[in-house]
């Protein structure tokens, strides 16, 4: 009987903390950051990762619009970053946005390829604490060389390289 009130009151202690942690939650936003080298607006063979890229993670509330959480943080070698969400932010907008490239080469920003949103809630059927996120791009000053080709060879020939 003793054994039993012990187990019993062990797993309603593990119970509550289980109850006291979830109310808190943290997540992983990954993603990546390249140069559009051949000025398409996607992913190609010929894009480049940027190495220390600044990139913004900023939740905000859908009704009021103000800022609930923030932070920053840079690439690695291969262009990939990895952002910690603390927190549920089930009513905000949570976006990640290009702040800096380091290549004085490729540091346009694309207004329509600046912002990603990202789902930073635990009440929205996903399972995994790690969010992904599309590549974003900072544009290169000019097309590199090979970039018609690979448009040629991808039959995008309507495709204008910018």
Do not use: W
Request: aromatic letters at 6%; hydrophobic letters at 40%; charged letters at 25%.
């Amino acid at each position: 009987m003793a054994k039993a009130i012990v187990l019993l009151s062990a797993v309603c202690l593990l119970a509550i903390a289980n109850f006291a942690v979830a109310e808190f939650e943290i997540f992983d936003v990954e993603g990546q950051v390249l140069c559009d080298t051949c000025r398409l607006g996607f992913v190609t063979s010929l894009s480049s990762a940027i190495e220390g890229a600044t990139v913004r993670l900023t939740c905000r509330n859908i009704e009021t619009k103000n800022e609930t959480f923030t932070t920053e943080g840079k690439t690695d070698y291969i262009g990939k970053y990895k952002l910690t969400v603390e927190g549920d932010h089930e009513n905000d907008i949570c976006e990640i946005s290009l702040v800096n490239s380091p290549k004085e080469d490729c540091k346009e920003i694309v207004p329509e390829f600046i912002t990603n949103r990202v789902v930073c809630s635990k009440n929205v059927g996903m399972h995994n604490a790690v969010r992904f996120v599309n590549p974003l791009f900072f544009r290169k000053d000019a097309p590199i060389n090979g970039c018609k080709e690979l448009v040629e060879q991808m039959e995008l020939d309507d495709l204008e390289i910018l």
